[in-house]
């Protein structure tokens, strides 16, 4: 399809387990975005990519996580050594470019959970 | 400091009436602009409508239409004759800059057959 792809569209792992998140953009989108969704509440902004630079990390909320998009287009969120608080479901969007006036499209998420 | 406010937690609304879906936003910038997205109980985000600071007519996209009141800081959702289909999650949202989308909180909508 054209929109954005994100796998596994579930993931459960056990406390301590590192886990990889993969978002794949609409082709042709610079701007690339990952959000934090917990149960009932808005997307919460984590990181931003314009191309493979990550211009904004300010979301994350701790080391543990990290996100990569080394060729400009596949973007890779990684957490490590999981905790029961980042069970949630983790969007991705991309946008056209970084505009303001530039809807972001959104995956169908992944909904980790955390045993 | 909460950015975006969406006061309504849930909205019932009868099949083919309309609803307003209420938000408010707090900005020092001149430009920024202004999302509405739908969540169905699948999961998917799905943009609605856009509204830009600068434009001076309010932003129309079939059933939808943002009520924009700049100098109240508001944005509200308009759905005209509402469908089953229309009941998700509706979550406004503001931009600032290349990065910065904050989101609300969310209305749950709900449409009565």
């Known amino acids: 399809g054209a929109g954005v792809s994100q796998s596994p569209r579930y993931k459960v792992a056990k406390r301590g387990q590192d886990v990889a998140l993969r978002c794949d953009p609409i082709s042709g989108h610079v701007s690339l975005f990952w959000y934090q969704q917990a149960l009932g509440q808005g997307p919460e902004f984590l990181t931003y990519f314009q191309n493979e630079a990550q211009l904004d990390k300010s979301g994350l909320p701790s080391d543990r996580f990290f996100a990569e998009r080394p060729e400009g287009s596949v973007s890779t969120l990684k957490i490590q050594r999981t905790q029961q608080e980042d069970s949630a479901v983790y969007l991705c969007?991309?946008?056209?470019?970084?505009?303001?006036?530039?809807?972001?499209?959104f995956g169908d998420g992944t909904r980790l959970s955390i045993l | 400091a909460q950015k975006i406010t969406q006061t309504q937690p849930g909205m019932f609304v009868q099949e083919k009436e309309a609803v307003t879906l209420d938000c408010t936003y707090d900005?020092?910038?001149?430009?920024?602009?202004l999302f509405w997205y739908k969540q169905p109980s699948s999961g998917e985000m799905i943009f609605l409508i856009y509204?830009?600071?600068?434009?001076?007519q309010n932003a129309t996209e079939g059933r939808y239409s943002l009520n924009f009141q700049k100098a109240r800081k508001s944005a509200n959702l308009v759905i005209s004759a509402s469908q089953l289909g229309d009941s998700a999650m509706y979550f406004c949202a503001m931009r600032e800059g290349p990065s910065d989308m904050r989101f609300g909180a969310g209305t749950r909508l709900t449409v009565k057959p």
């Open positions: 969007a991309s946008s056209l470019e970084g505009a303001r006036n530039q809807p972001q499209h």
């Open positions: 900005t020092s910038d001149q430009s920024y602009g």
């Open positions: 509204q830009g600071s600068y434009d001076e």
